[in-house]
């Protein structure tokens, strides 16, 4: 993925969930954007760390304190309702099919294999829609590594915004992210898994290029890594990344005056569809922070 030809789905996955090493306090993908009577902090999310060392930024921890409102990608309280599980099992598991019957024998012992290294059962990845199987696959590998979604932003940030009695706000909801997984074409969905299996062998090499970028938030080379890597897949881009930003911007912009601290994957941020782009498409300027 580092060389711009890899999967867009693990580039997806590698810069919205994932991250390696410690953080200064002064390392965060954040942005303050304002129209003078609205200040939105963007936080670029990482939804897997292996440690909770950015939350020492007081920067953050200033906009956590004086937000009106924690914005999320969606709520997350809605993954502990009794419904969840029955929700995720709905849309990732197969309903007429096992998943060695979709993919060839070849990917199959691929996907055993990269199971078996993660120590996911077979069985179990038999019986999952392509796009879970790639989920889950990645994940274990990475919590292998040492990453922990208990560590990750959206978590610790949502825990600390309920503590604190902040009103949180989700983006879209927990539905809305489980029907665009399950709603791509089942070769779209063999294809993102297939890749996935494949990166998995350099997975450090690219996380470790992936942090350098994000950081130093350098935005510009977030861009040349993440956003290259989509063009040949725009139907992906489009649907993960382009038309949710346009939708999370018109819900910012009915949002009545007050400061808000906003937490997506760092890939929402970024790019000309990105959430930043937009904000000064509609006449917001970046205050506290460099220009994005």
């Given amino acids: 993925m580092i060389n711009l030809t890899r999967s867009c789905f693990f580039a997806w996955l590698v810069l919205l969930f994932l991250a390696t090493g410690a953080l200064a306090a002064d390392d965060l993908f954040l942005w303050r954007m304002s129209d003078g009577q609205r200040t939105f902090a963007l936080f670029g999310s990482l939804h897997m760390l292996p440690d909770t060392s950015y939350l020492q930024n007081p920067g953050l921890q200033n906009d956590l304190r004086t937000s009106d409102r924690v914005v999320l990608e969606f709520d997350l309280a809605e993954a502990d309702q009794p419904e969840a599980a029955q929700m995720v099992a709905r849309h990732a598991l197969l309903k007429h099919s096992s998943l060695p019957q979709l993919v060839p024998d070849r990917l199959w012992q691929k996907i055993k294999k990269a199971g078996d290294d993660s120590d996911i059962d077979p069985q179990m990845l038999q019986h999952y829609q392509p796009w879970f199987a790639a989920v889950q696959i990645a994940n274990a590998g990475l919590i292998k590594l040492g990453f922990d979604p208990a560590n990750g932003a959206d978590t610790r940030i949502y825990q600390q915004a309920v503590t604190a009695g902040k009103t949180v706000v989700g983006l879209e909801t927990m539905l809305e992210q489980l029907e665009m997984f399950a709603g791509m074409e089942t070769d779209v969905q063999i294809s993102l898994l297939m890749q996935t299996i494949e990166d998995l062998e350099i997975i450090e090499q690219q996380l470790g290029d992936l942090y350098t970028a994000w950081k130093g938030k350098n935005q510009e080379q977030l861009e040349e890594v993440l956003l290259k890597s989509f063009r040949n897949h725009p139907d ?11 939708r999370w911007m ?9 400061h808000y601290l906003v937490v997506v994957g760092a890939g929402h941020l970024i790019g000309d569809e990105g959430l930043l782009r937009l904000f000064q498409k509609h006449g917001f300027r970046s205050i506290g922070t460099k220009q994005p």
């Fill in 236 to 246: 992906i881009y489009r649907r993960l990344l382009a038309e949710r930003n346009r």
């Fill in 250 to 258: 018109r819900t910012l912009l009915a949002f009545p005056p007050g």
